[in-house]
């Protein structure tokens, strides 16, 4: 070797992982390596660019930043950067920035890759432990997408225009005009000598040009009205700490246009649409918008074919697997809310009130593009089936054959609101849940388990809010029932065999594979969902829910952590495995061929599905004596 390559090799010997390379395999990677020079402040790396090296710096200092901005790291002699992209997609997952004069060595990502594969110490340099590499993993999902980092603060423009509950409608339309706003927050007036736009106080109710025009000019409502007869009172709001994403998700789900920003309940700003459509991932809020503008199934049909797009493009913007399962979840919650409108302005409105809930995975905020439709009906206890029971099939029928037209394949098991055993009334429901949290059984919960994951969609939203909270008051700490539950979650492993390589399942069509919703984010939800409802947690979505247990204790420490981080590997795995079946013309599915995977990838699901295994493993040793006193 030439002198430069001998000092090179001696370099990379005293630093990790190269220090535990054979000296003939260090001799050769030093004859590979390319040495750069970066002066100081200039960038090396731009994120979302394509990486064709890992790089080890030999002298000077490096900086790296998330897209957002922010400092993630600094390396100085010896450090490394790249590997995550080199072992993921290919691109920098972050920006890269030499803060002192720098000398890096290049080494080419095949020489980094086959190093990986023929070397399990230098490759297990970069997976410490299953709990960090998970962390690193999710850590650097999270960070790689502004949705996820930044605050919903950042969207706001301008100070709150407030007025007081004292005000009248006539002061608001001049106070909006004059701020040119088309909002106003209505607040309780702390000092009662303050004017009207200086009010400041706790947030009660908005005012919006929309609401000028239905309530007050649509009707003559005279303009010395009192405000508080004409705002819509206790607003959706976000607090300050909370992310944009956030925002996105709640004018998804609630369609607003208009959304208040409080600390302690004060205002401190409005959000508004036109803001949150500045950013990168508004095309999911866009399509909502769209959905509720269609006037007819066809219509529908037509817009639904763009679905697979905004899912792609989610994917392709490094969203994480809540921001992807809450976006497609409210996309399908949007088509179901308009079709129910559509139902009712062809057959009229309702007899009696009722619920239209959704069940499962869009339940819990966790859909993808591979879904079929899981519904229920709450029907007012007035309901009596032979007067008002033809106008509720019809109802169904039509959302259903109309979620269906939209791609939204109807249940093979029936569990559909066109079914009248899931039409039932708010009473009807409750005895139902009773009996089956007070005389469980194996069989019965296997069929029931989806109703323990609900969330009105469409009517009267207080009954599902108020039906949540029956069922955690009645399941919290009932061991019997729990041990039945438990059972069930069980029954569904990861595929992890014996010496921890992957299990793989033959069928027709899939050939070798692991179906990672079945064998994956099954395993998990359910097991998430008995801890949840051990705890009396009302939360339906499985990170929710995951928070409840942590904050409950009932974990070991640590445990309910790595959950969370093998949840969200598992399903960013099979996220990116549906997008990519889009993207190459294909129907997508669940179905994994591990071979497909980058090394990092398997590496990542090894440690979920083990992560998966030990929590199975703790849910069977903490039911274990209900079980056996139960069998």
């Not at 995977?597 to 199975?616: G, I, M, P």
Request: charged share 25%; glycine share 6%; proline share 5%.
């Amino acid at each position: 070797m030439h002198a430069e390559q001998l000092g090179i090799a001696a370099f990379l010997a005293v630093h990790p992982p190269f220090d535990t390379l054979p000296p003939e395999a260090l001799d050769a990677l030093a004859q590979r390596v390319e040495v750069t020079y970066r002066k100081a402040g200039e960038r090396i790396l731009e994120h979302g660019e394509e990486i064709e090296d890992l790089y080890v710096v030999r002298s000077g200092a490096v900086e790296t930043y998330r897209q957002t901005g922010e400092l993630y790291n600094r390396l100085a002699e010896g450090g490394l950067f790249g590997e995550m992209g080199l072992l993921l997609n290919g691109r920098a997952r972050f920006e890269v920035r030499a803060i002192e004069d720098t000398l890096l060595y290049c080494i080419p990502a095949e020489v980094f890759r086959d190093y990986c594969a023929r070397f399990p110490d230098f490759s297990e340099y970069f997976a410490t432990d299953r709990s960090t590499i998970l962390r690193q993993a999710v850590s650097s999902q999270a960070g790689s997408n502004d949705l996820v980092s930044a605050r919903v603060t950042q969207l706001i423009g301008r100070e709150p225009v407030m007025l007081p509950t004292t005000a009248s409608i006539r002061e608001a339309a001049v106070l909006m005009t004059e701020q040119g706003v088309s909002s106003l927050l209505i607040v309780d007036a702390l000092d009662t000598g303050t004017k009207p736009d200086e009010a400041s106080g706790r947030l009660v109710g908005i005012l919006t040009d929309r609401d000028l025009r239905k309530r007050v000019l649509a009707v003559d409502k005279p303009l010395d009205t009192p405000v508080t007869e004409v705002m819509s009172s206790d607003p959706v709001v976000l607090e300050t700490s909370d992310y944009v994403f956030e925002a996105i998700i709640t004018m998804l789900r609630y369609n607003l246009h208009h959304l208040p920003i409080v600390d302690n309940q004060r205002p401190v700003g409005v959000v508004a649409l036109s803001d949150v459509l500045r950013h990168e991932a508004q095309s999911s809020l866009l399509l909502v918008r769209g959905i509720f503008s269609r006037n007819s199934i066809e219509d529908l049909q037509r817009l639904a074919a763009e679905v697979p797009a905004v899912f792609v493009r989610m994917v392709g913007d490094d969203a994480n697997s809540h921001m992807i399962g809450s976006a497609m979840s409210m996309i399908g919650r949007a088509f179901m809310q308009r079709l129910l409108e559509l139902a009712e302005a062809e057959s009229g409105p309702p007899p009696v009130p009722y619920c239209f809930l959704s069940l499962g995975s869009m339940a819990r905020n966790e859909q993808l593009i591979v879904t079929d439709q899981d519904n229920a009906m709450i029907l007012d206890n007035a309901y009596d089936p032979a007067e008002h029971g033809a106008y509720f099939e019809r109802l169904a029928a039509f959302v259903s054959d109309g979620l269906a037209a939209c791609g939204y394949r109807y249940c093979d098991g029936d569990i559909m609101a066109t079914n009248p055993e899931w039409r039932m009334t708010y009473a009807q429901w409750e005895g139902c849940f009773a009996d089956w949290i007070d005389n469980p059984n194996p069989r019965r919960l296997l069929n029931a388990s989806i109703f323990f994951d609900l969330e009105g969609v469409y009517g009267e939203l207080k009954w599902a809010e108020q039906l949540q909270s029956f069922i955690a008051g009645r399941t919290r700490g009932n061991l019997k029932f729990l041990a039945q539950l438990a059972r069930n979650a069980l029954n569904r492993t990861p595929p992890l065999g014996f010496f921890k390589g992957f299990v793989l399942e033959k069928d027709g069509r899939h050939g070798q594979s692991m179906n990672l919703k079945r064998r994956g984010t099954a395993p998990l939800t359910d097991l998430v969902r008995v801890h949840a409802l051990g705890v009396g947690s009302e939360a339906q979505n499985s990170f929710s829910r995951i928070d409840d247990v942590t904050r409950s204790g009932l974990l070991p420490d640590g445990k309910a952590r790595d959950l969370a981080d093998a949840l969200e590997v598992i399903s960013m795995v099979r996220i990116r495995h549906q997008a990519a079946n889009l993207e190459a013309g294909q129907t997508p599915d669940n179905n994994i061929d591990p071979e497909s995977l980058s090394s990092f990838e398997r590496r990542n699901l090894k440690h979920a599905f083990q992560s998966v295994d030990n929590a199975q493993k703790f849910l069977k040793y903490r039911y274990n004596a209900s079980m056996r006193q139960g069998a």
